[in-house]
């Protein structure tokens, strides 16, 4: 049963606009600021991976400007698809590490449970835009192959919850897995890793709030936030709401060219998210997914991007840069 703060985050994700034309038009971007034949392409790739951008979001898009670094991560182009050598539907060897229906280890001591299918944005550079998510499960109890396998081994201790984004299920379905593993004795932690605290800000409810403060599980959030201009107004106000809880939460960017790729976007990114109570965690070098690579910057940039960083800003300032490198047995910090 949906409560009325899940309803209301419902409602808003129902109004989400998925239409290029009419998010070009509601931003006030006129065809002449756009290439010959840009919305014709523009919605024939979204035939491929839809464009969903909720009103919130939108709300923070500068008018009419096509550049605008958050209009760039989720309006659909031409560019993805070119095919680019090097680039593949599964960036990250997800499938090749998947354990059960729904459950992923790719490092020791901890596990992700793909929680949801969905997501409130379609982030256009999302490593898993080509993930099988209907080979997934949808009702707990199609989950209890998950469970069981976390239940019979002990080395790990720490879950986290993915996508799509899990945030997507309502606060009942949250609660029930929620309290599923806290079952199992030996998980100490729980991590979620969503974008809806930036892109729905009205998902982080009363009761999610309560899911988190009252589970014996450590738990900590992850939030996806590529750019300062995300962090204001209803997101800034979820984020403290967070943060008010006692949570540790913590920010995962992705280097994206056109987006985030200068030192004072790094900055005022990394200081606008402190000023909220949220530490800059990673900075990602982009995962190299099909349709992404207008948006990938080079090793050796995103490194001087880095060391001038460290010029600028004290040192918790500073995202860890990192890849993902698929069979590695963590994250690769590159430095």
Request: charged content about 25%; overall charge neutral.
């Amino acid at each position: 049963m949906q409560t009325a703060d899940d309803r209301q985050w419902k409602r808003s994700l129902a109004r989400a606009i998925r239409d290029p034309a009419e998010l070009l038009c509601r931003l006030e971007v006129s065809q002449s600021l756009l290439p010959d034949g840009f919305l014709a392409t523009s919605r024939e790739v979204a035939t491929d991976f839809p464009l969903l951008v909720p009103e919130s979001y939108l709300g923070r898009m500068r008018r009419a400007d096509p550049a605008d670094p958050l209009l760039r991560q989720v309006l659909p182009i031409g560019e993805e698809r070119r095919s680019v050598q090097g680039f593949s539907l599964d960036a990250v060897e997800d499938v090749e590490f998947r354990r059960s229906p729904g459950l992923l280890q790719k490092y020791a001591g901890r596990a992700l449970l793909i929680a949801a299918g969905s997501c409130a944005v379609h982030c256009r550079y999302c490593f898993r835009r080509h993930y099988p998510y209907g080979d997934e499960p949808r009702r707990l109890d199609a989950w209890e192959s998950a469970f069981r396998e976390l239940e019979a081994d002990t080395s790990i201790t720490e879950v986290l919850l993915s996508g799509g984004d899990p945030l997507m299920l309502t606060d009942e379905r949250l609660s029930e897995m929620v309290e599923r593993l806290s079952a199992i004795p030996h998980l100490r932690r729980l991590r979620i890793h969503t974008r809806l605290p930036i892109v729905l800000p009205d998902r982080v409810t009363g009761g999610l709030l309560r899911i988190l403060a009252e589970t014996r599980l450590t738990p900590a959030v992850v939030v996806h936030a590529n750019h300062a201009a995300e962090l204001v107004d209803d997101c800034a106000d979820s984020l403290q709401r967070l943060r008010a809880t006692g949570l540790l939460v913590l920010n995962q960017a992705v280097l994206l060219r056109g987006v985030n790729d200068s030192v004072d976007a790094l900055a005022d990114l990394s200081e606008s998210l402190i000023d909220l109570g949220v530490t800059p965690y990673y900075l990602h070098q982009l995962d190299r997914v099909a349709g992404a690579a207008h948006f990938e910057v080079p090793v050796a940039r995103g490194r001087r991007l880095i060391h001038e960083l460290r010029k600028r800003l004290p040192g918790y300032l500073v995202p860890r840069y990192v890849q993902e490198i698929a069979g590695e047995p963590y994250k690769t910090v590159i430095d």
